[in-house]
């Protein structure tokens, strides 16, 4: 069985090695970013790969994660989207995508698993119910 592809999109270096290094250990293959533009681009050229995107909602200047997560979810309805912050938190109900998951910094790496791997089962489940349909890109 092929590991699942995961997008992390952070621009904290430190942070992003991280996350990548405890979802590699977690058996996923990870495709990082540091910017939202990159993030973006890797995520139009693997679409297709790419099973979960983790994005930081504060990326510098230019689109924030929000505005990751609304690009994501254009191109993919269903794609499990997981957001994480230090300070924007409070925001997440009026802009991050439905049926996603807020984690805040600092976060213990077993719960991005834990976010994954539910948002991936309640893909599963869907995709279960609608005949495939969820999976379908």
């Not at 996923?28 to 990159?38: K, L, Q, W």
């Amino acid at each position: 069985m092929e590991p699942l592809v995961v997008l992390v999109i952070e621009d904290e270096p430190l942070i992003l090695m991280d996350v990548e290094a405890a979802l590699a250990e977690a058996g996923f293959e990870v495709i990082t970013a540091s910017s939202a533009a990159e993030g973006m681009a890797a995520f139009d050229d693997r679409a297709g790969d790419i099973r979960a995107v983790v994005s930081d909602i504060r990326l510098g200047k230019g689109v924030s994660g929000w505005e990751v997560g609304r690009h994501v979810r254009q191109a993919v309805p269903t794609m499990p989207m997981i957001y994480m912050s230090g300070d924007s938190a409070v925001d997440w109900s009026a802009q991050g995508v439905p049926n996603s998951v807020m984690i805040s910094k600092p976060f213990a790496f077993p719960q991005m698993i834990t976010a994954i791997s539910t948002l991936l089962n309640q893909l599963e489940q869907i995709d279960a119910v609608s005949g495939g349909l969820a999976n379908d890109r």
